[in-house]
């Protein structure tokens, strides 16, 4: 009976010691693939916040909104794509535009990812331009391949009231205008401008593409003033050319080959 006691009691503790055992080895188990999570590289960046929340230069999607872009040409390139759980936010590092033809590539990385973005002049949608994508680890030749379409949306700061100050490097004085020194207003919301070029009022309807404002067609009055009216004429065909913009310190500058016109914020 005390035998039988015994080798009761030496099951219990075989028993107990291959519990044990098993706990211990679920447990290295465990750790050893929390180690595995943290050694393995994030494939993505911590997410930013999103530059559309604080404006942006150009945004794109496809058509059944699974993933987006982002670009500020003096800043950062965001992208992502919700069904891969990719959010990618990256300095802008080149942009290269080809003469003519207005299509811009762009291409941004961070420490393991990189992307490539092509702008073309292929229209879109309303007022859109084709957007084809690469994007990969550094380490891979190939990546994963996306078309969409995107749209120019202007510098957010533009948005604003501007008064003239030079034309082709000239200064201007307010004795040169009886009326009102010329001053533009830019509205994004709207896509119009409106303004006073020195004897008519002007408006019309804006676009964008890379750094370029279009203004077309632009309407006015038909008075006539003698004395602003050719400085009218020179105001109304640099606004008309398409004219490169560029904002800097407070200032708006506005350039074709016909003309420059330098204005500053109205505060």
């Not at 992502?80 to 990719?86: E, F, L, R, T």
């Not at 019309?204 to 006539?224: D, E, Q, V, W």
Request: net charge negative.
């Amino acid at each position: 009976m005390i035998i039988f006691k015994m080798k009761i009691v030496k099951m219990k503790y075989l028993t107990i010691n291959l519990f044990a055992l098993l706990l211990i080895m679920l447990a290295a188990c465990s750790n050893s693939k929390e180690k595995v999570v943290e050694n393995t590289p994030d494939p993505v960046i911590t997410p930013a916040e999103h530059p559309l929340k604080r404006g942006i230069d150009f945004y794109a999607e496809d058509t059944e909104g699974n993933w987006e872009l982002t670009i500020e040409y003096d800043g950062s390139v965001t992208f992502s794509d919700k069904a891969k759980g990719i959010q990618f936010t990256a300095k802008t590092k080149n942009i290269q535009v080809a003469g003519g033809a207005n299509v811009v590539s762009i291409n941004a990385q961070n420490k393991t990812h990189i992307i490539r973005i092509n702008i073309d002049i292929v229209e879109c949608m309303k007022n859109g331009k084709r957007v084809d994508i690469l994007f990969g680890k550094r380490s891979d030749k190939e990546g994963d391949d996306y078309s969409g379409c995107g749209h120019y949306t202007g510098i957010p700061q533009l948005y604003d009231i501007w008064a003239l100050e030079k034309i082709n490097g000239e200064e201007l004085s307010p004795e040169q205008f009886p009326g009102d020194i010329p001053h533009f207003e830019f509205n994004l919301k709207t896509n119009q401008m409106s303004g006073f070029a020195g004897c008519n009022r002007v408006f019309g309807p804006i676009s964008f593409s890379y750094n370029r404002i279009h203004i077309k067609p632009l309407a006015s009055t038909k008075m006539y003033c003698e004395g602003t009216s050719s400085i009218e004429n020179e105001i109304m065909t640099i606004l008309e050319g398409n004219p490169i913009y560029n904002l800097k310190e407070g200032h708006l500058t506005l350039e074709t080959q016909k003309g420059s016109l330098l204005l500053k914020k109205v505060d």
